[in-house]
């Protein structure tokens, strides 16, 4: 079976399925804390590529975010809903992504976005796409051009947006991931920092993002990988001067 258009239409099977249950998640409770949530539905929808993936490729590791932590050469990364807190409250930015990686060196990435029906992917070293059309980063070439996103994360966040928003045009919050870093790859966004992120969080945009000509780092400028925990999304020509901010600011972390 052809591993992208599995991927695809397993996160779009997926991606209906949540839609009946937006903004009235089934049994949401706290995970670590009451700022990190989990459904009956993240559940429901792990299970729901799991069990495919079991049963086309049965041989195949699976690490996804739900209590699913298996390593191997070959490994496929789940997250269920990129966006958790976007999904049980109502709002439109959350997102299934799908990743197949091989000695740790992501191969395939999908990303579906359930609310506006759009699925971006890659296969590595053939360009990245939206829903069949080719997209590629903005060329904005300076921060004052630039609109910017930032993921949550307690003592950077606000930190970071008071050090960069007089700088450039807007910067945003989406609340997902794997979608922030998608508009990256098509042009929406100049860059997306990500303060903390699981593999799970991140492992399809690791290779959307180059593939559409953008750069990924993590915050220290070295090549990103599955474990790195930390990236700096972006169209690759603000990348130096986002990574000069991100730095100044983590030096006054407490």
Known sequence: MDRLDF???LARRVGFYLLQHWGNALNVREKSSFQDIVSDCDKQAQ????????????????LAE???FETGQKLWIVDPIDGTMNFVHGLPSFAVGIAYSEFGDVLI???HDPVLNETFYAVKGEGAY????KISVSTNATLRESI???????????????????????MRMMGSAVLAASYVACGRFDFFVARRANPWDVAPVL???????????DLDGKQANLSSGAYLFSNGKVHSEVLE???KVKGSER
């Open 7 to 9: 991927a695809i239409k």
């Open 109 to 111: 990435g999908v990303v």
């Open 47 to 62: 299970q729901m590529i799991v069990s495919e993936i079991e049963r086309y490729f049965p041989h195949e590791a699976i």
């Open 66 to 68: 739900e209590d699913r």
């Open 245 to 247: 901010i991100i730095n």
């Open 148 to 170: 910017g996103n930032v993921g949550f994360y307690v003592g950077f966040t606000g930190h970071f947006v008071n050090a960069i928003e007089k700088r450039v045009r807007r």
């Open 207 to 217: 290779l959307i993002v180059p593939e559409a000509g953008g750069c990924v780092t």
């Open 130 to 133: 939206r829903n069949g059309e």
